[in-house]
Every structure is written in C-alpha cells, then in structure tokens.
C-alpha cells in the first residue's frame, strides 16, 4: 500500500499489465512520442533565436510540500496545501500568452498535487512542452500510464545518495524498483540527475546512479550542490575526480547533444576550480520562476527579486530582466538557468535598464 510519503521500498511483483519493450504498438507509440519531443525542441530553438522576449522555461510550483527532508533543501515544507486547480491553470493560462515553450512543475513534490495529470494536460492543450520534476516516492505504475495519458514529455528525478541518510533519502535503492516501471511503462523522456558535494557522504555514489541510469536507457547529468543563494560550496579533491567521472558518462554519444552546455562550455569546471563563469544569466526573461503565490522570482535562490504576481507579469518585464545584469551570476550553480541562458549568450549584452525592477518599486 502506499502511502503519503512512498518511503516504504517498493513491492517486489509490481501491479499492472507487463512491462513496455514487449509490446509493439506501445513500441510504436513511444518512438513516435520521442520524435515529437524532438520535433517540438527542434521548435524551441528556431522560435527562441528569432524572438528574445519570450520564455523558454517556467518552473512553476503547484505545491510546497515535500514527503521527504532533504537536509541540505531550503525549497520545502510540511504544512502547504496544494494550489488550487483553476488558480493553477489561470496561471498556466497567463504562461501560454507569455509565449512559454516549456513549464516544469516542481516543488515542494509536484506529485503531491491531486490534479497534476489535469495541469499536464493543460500545459499540452496550451501547445507548450511539459516536464515534472519529482523525487520519484509517489510513483506507481499506474501514474506512470496516468503521466503517459496526460501527455507529460519529460520527467527528470534527482538521487544524491545509494543509501539512504539522515542527509538525504532520494537514494538508489529505494527508487530503483520504480526506476525499472519508468524504463519499462514511461513513454516521456527520463532523465536522472545526480549531485557531487549536498555534504552527501560518499561521492562515489554519483558514479553508480550514473552507471545505472545509462543502463536503464536513461539520459544523466550531474550537478554541484549550492547554497541559499545558488552559489557554490567548495567540492574536494575526491569529489572534484567523481564529478568528473560523472560528468564524463552523461555527455558522449547520444547524450552530448542534451548535456550540450555542459560538454561545452563546462561551466561548472570552472566553479569547481574557484573561477568564476563570465555569462548573462537571463532568469526572469527566457527563464521563470513561479512560486506557490503565482509571483515571478528569477530561480528558486533568488526568491523575492523581482518578486512580481505573474498575472501582471508582462513582456517589458521579461525585456527588462533580459538586459539586467546579475549579481550573483559569477558563481551561479543553477544548471537550467545556464542553459536556457545559452540561447542568448552571444547577443545583447546586459546593461542596468531604467524602470521599476520588483514590486515594491511598482507601488
Ligand atoms: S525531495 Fe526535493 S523538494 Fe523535497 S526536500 Fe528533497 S530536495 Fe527538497
Ligand atoms: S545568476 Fe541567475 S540563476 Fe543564478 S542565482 Fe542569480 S538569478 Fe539565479
């Protein structure tokens, strides 16, 4: 049986019809829906180099309640009921006349939220691409075939640990069995992140969680951990070696094309390297954060700036926060920041614009 927070490991004979790969229209279907993905991030770009003041991804939190506590989390509580419905879709409504290509429901654990296939299916009717980031607890079979039907696209799930600790239980082995329902029933993109750093205690850990997604057929990445303000903690020489390691199996093959940035430009080399990055980071322009109160933060560490309702959210707003530099950009460590980022990083340099910022100057 299930419960609220899904700790329990799961059940060894999972319920439902027999995995995927046997079945050759669900074969069909997946191919298909996998060509769509490309096909639609095929769109993003082209429509993203010709306009720059639309998003290209809104992270939106439908609830800010966890069933777990990572230690190091600063994202969570136990007490938030979920946002409701029709607040939600109104705000997904005001995303689609942004422009938005991309909403990403995160939290808190989006799962907790009783209509998520309804605003998945939302986000699809709304012709933008959808995506869940989740601990992956709440999964069953049975909302894998729910995430299939609502159209959900991409669902990314990040394990820090093999064990679970009293730092963190998004751990290898108690997902696993849900992992093998994903590689087996999700016919949407899974991608497993992993983190190097967290004060998780054994960094090698990232490496078998890396090793075990490929062999799932997921696509991987890695990141560093960062503190309150999305800046970076020190990694150590033994951890500096895993990272790179980690690093090393999510971007060849198939995979260099999604761990582009990454492979690329190798942000966060430098930050593990004590040098800054010099990029224009373009939170509140190309990316957005929404919070549980419908206001527009630059990413999840800079809460409160600008801090405005996404209702009266508009396209000079997103001009605004295009062409304003950002402080704490130096060492960023927020991965999907960097790379919406990237889109735009040989254009329009960043300059203090005039105007209200944030929503006290708006008064
Ligand atoms: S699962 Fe995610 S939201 Fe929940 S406590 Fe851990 S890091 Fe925070
Ligand atoms: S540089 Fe951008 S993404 Fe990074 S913490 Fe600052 S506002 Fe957030």
Redesign the pocket.
Known sequence: METETGLQEPAAEPEGRPPGPGRAPFRVARTWRRMRRIAGGVRLIARGLADTAHPLLAQIVPIRRCNIDCAYCNEYDKVSPPVPADVMTRRLDRLAELRTEAVSFTGGEPLLHPALPRLIAHVRARRMTAAVITNGYLLSRARIRELNDAGLEYLQISLDNVNPDDVSKKSLRLLDRKLEWLAGDAMFDVHINTVVGAGTRRAEDALEISRRARALGFSTSVGIIHDG??QLKPLSAGERQIYEQVRAIGTHGAWLFKNLYSGLVKFESNLIEGRPNTWR?R?GARYLYVCEDGLVH??S??RGTPGIPLADYTRADIERAYRTP?G??PF?T?GC?HRVSIMDFWRDPQAEPAGPANRADRR
């Open positions: 303000q999305g980071c939170a630059y990413c560490q800079q950002k704490c950009a960023c927020i920041v």
